[in-house]
């Protein structure tokens, strides 16, 4: 898999130039757009967490790769008449931006699986298209969330605004950071931080991202 290899070689020089242990950080593999096949030979090579945007696409891979050792995480926008398939099929959903959605997926957890691990994404630029809360909403979210008996509240996620320059793209990333420093000082647990994709994981890392999202880099561009 030479394409993983050049994709971690490409993350361990960036936790070097930020002066970070190079496993501090998490690589989930977007694996949307892309077939069972594509996740089996990556899987081979050793990778265990994939992300996947549309539940019905991610459902029949999870069911066709079950019993596998592999972690699902669920990064798309979230409908609220989709919860259920969240809840009993992924490990973990880094998309809950809304009270609703902490209710049903607490709800809906099976008692026979781990709680769900769970990441408030946040809308950094207010950008109207995009999932997520708005900054000044986080801590009331992960009050439920920590609240909550079937859910474990670990972090941040968050797609930064694309930005012209190197700088303004870490500044983002650094706003980023400043709120997951202040959420992980009120709250126990909180030790995830997803930030950075094809495009941008260099200046995610720079700014203290533990789990980065790549997709392109890893498979090639989607259809
Ligand atoms: C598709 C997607 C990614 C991966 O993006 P690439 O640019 O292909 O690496 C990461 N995060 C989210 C939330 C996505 O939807």
Known sequence: MQRLLQLKA???QAAERAGRDPDSIRLLAVSKGHDIDRIRALARAGQTCFGESYVDEA???????SGQGLEWHFIGPIQSN???????????????????IVRRLNEQRPSQLPPL???????????????????????????????????????????????????????????????F???AARFAGV???????????????????????????????RA
């Open 59 to 65: 459902m029949a891979k999870c069911q066709a790769l």
């Open 117 to 179: 691990n769970v990441l408030i994404q946040v809308n950094l630029d207010a950008e109207h298209q995009k999932a997520g809360c708005e900054p000044d909403v986080i801590t009331e979210l992960a009050a439920a969330i920590a609240a909550a008996p079937r859910l474990r509240l670990r972090g941040l996620m968050a797609i930064p605004a694309q930005r012209e320059s190197a700088e303004q793209q870490y500044a983002g990333f650094v706003r980023l950071r400043q709120l």
């Open 82 to 100: 989709k919860t259920r398939h969240l809840a009993e099929c992924f490990d973990w959903v880094q998309s809950v931006d809304r009270l609703k």
């Open 10 to 12: 490409r993350i361990n």
């Open 191 to 221: 030790d995830t931080l997803s930030a950075g994709m094809s495009g941008d994981l260099e200046a995610a890392i720079a700014a203290g991202s533990t789990m980065v999202r790549v997709g392109t880099d890893l498979f090639g561009a």
């Open 181 to 183: 420093d202040a959420l």
